[in-house]
């Protein structure tokens, strides 16, 4: 064998012959996995927690599709039709609007990256995960990061916010629409204007709300918004929604150094996705079947209209509502106005260990929920209805589930 291999590396030539002397001289040290020798097994799963969301059908045949080049002209249409789709949910006409290849997380780090400088003042609302987030990404900037801290549930008030913004003069101001680890809607009306008032940006994270509570990004003086796929949308996760208002981007077209993040940088990628009159340039290779998948999700999203998603997250949202209080358990936001429609948070019924609850109605419902995340562990149980997940039976599904959950599981006698 070894002859062989000698013959056929002098008539293959000096780097071929290389090669097949490196095959000949080296063992594999790892045999192939046994698990990956095996079908690929999915369990078929009811996700009712705050995200990911079961697909939709549609959005799940497009996730079948060939694949076709990242920089095709078809490509290039599909890319055109998730901005407008963008647009559309966004209710905005910012022509920097564009998706981004990563999930909510990564459109955050977007905004940050782009907008913050080393030194500029940043203000942000943290009452939850997401504002706990937004802060050390702007404090790892150097940004000089001031936080206005609630408890978990609590809201930032036009008073509040304006004495902030009259202290520390920030460039820019964070908050969260929809607070999913405490379940909390952030009202928004007259807050852009506000900020403004004080040569103030604002954006807002609209991950967990984006579909199922009304937004309206130009009306409402939002000057960057951003959001993910994996939601309301009942897409992949992987993919996120951005926008930036003219104001936010000759901040981003007017800073004195460039973004740390190459990836990130808002310039190439406005190149990338035909928001500026150039041509199109290669930035990075985009995850191509999950933007057939977000196209999918938008195109869903506008055939049912935005006022009816809304109206059918309200609506399904005030029927659980009745149904968890029809067992007992306690709403952790106390004012309705003020619950985020999209992902509910039930107080922690006394005497019980959250995670026997949710473990239950893994091990005999298959159905998703959570606890709670950041300040809100261990405080709350959530629910999610997001999507097509939002509906009277899903919330009959999820009752029956809790109910024999509360019958079956320990609790603490003290």
């Known amino acids: 064998m070894l002859r062989t291999l000698t013959s056929a590396s002098v008539a293959l030539g000096p780097r071929v012959a290389g090669w097949v002397r490196t095959m000949a001289s080296h063992q594999l040290l790892v045999t192939p996995p046994e698990a990956l020798l095996k079908p690929l ?60 290849s990563g999930s909510g997380h990564s459109a955050l780090e977007a905004a940050l990256f782009n907008l913050l400088e080393p030194g500029d003042s940043f203000l942000v609302g943290v009452n939850g995960i997401w504002g706990q987030r937004a802060a050390e990404i702007g404090e790892r900037i150097g940004a000089r990061t001031h936080q206005m801290i609630k408890d978990p549930g609590g809201h930032y008030t036009k008073q509040e916010v304006e004495e902030g913004l009259a202290q520390h003069k920030p460039v820019l101001l964070f908050l969260t629409q929809g607070e999913s680890s405490s379940g909390v809607l952030q009202p928004l009306d007259g807050y852009g204007e506000l900020c403004h008032r004080y040569q103030c940006l604002l954006l807002v994270d609209t991950v967990a709300s984006l579909g199922g509570a009304p937004i309206h990004m130009d009306q409402q003086g939002i000057d960057i918004l951003y959001s993910g796929s ?85 609506d399904v949202t005030a029927y659980l509502h009745g149904r968890l209080q029809g067992l007992g358990l306690q709403l952790f936001v106390k004012d309705p106005t003020l619950r ?75």
């Open 340 to 414: 985020l429609p999209t992902v509910t948070t039930i107080a922690v019924p006394a005497g019980y260990d959250w995670r026997d609850i949710v473990k239950y109605l893994m091990d005999h419902f298959s159905i998703e929920i959570t606890g709670g995340l950041g300040p809100s562990l261990g405080k709350v149980l959530r629910i999610g209805l997001l999507g097509c997940n939002a509906t009277r039976e899903n919330v009959d599904r999820v009752i029956e589930a809790l109910q024999e959950a509360l019958q079956r599981c320990p609790r603490n006698k003290l």
């Open 230 to 314: 994996q939601k309301v949308l009942n897409a992949p996760p992987g993919t996120a929604l951005i926008s930036f208002s003219d104001k936010a981007k000759n901040k981003i077209y007017s800073r004195k150094t460039k973004p740390y993040s190459f990836y990130l940088d808002m310039k190439w990628l406005a190149n990338f996705w035909g928001c500026d009159d150039k041509p199109r340039m290669y930035h990075h290779t985009t995850p191509v079947i999950s933007l057939f998948s977000l196209r999918e999700s938008l195109a869903l999203i506008a055939e049912e209209g935005l006022e009816n998603s809304w109206r059918r997250h309200r």
């Open 41 to 100: 097994s999915v369990p078929s799963r009811l996700l009712l927690g705050p995200g990911p969301s079961n697909l939709a059908p549609r959005v799940l045949a497009a996730g079948g599709l060939q694949m076709i080049g990242h920089m095709h002209k078809e490509m290039y249409q599909i890319m055109d039709e998730i901005k407008q789709g963008i647009q559309y949910v966004f209710q905005t006409r910012n022509r920097l609007t564009l998706a981004i």
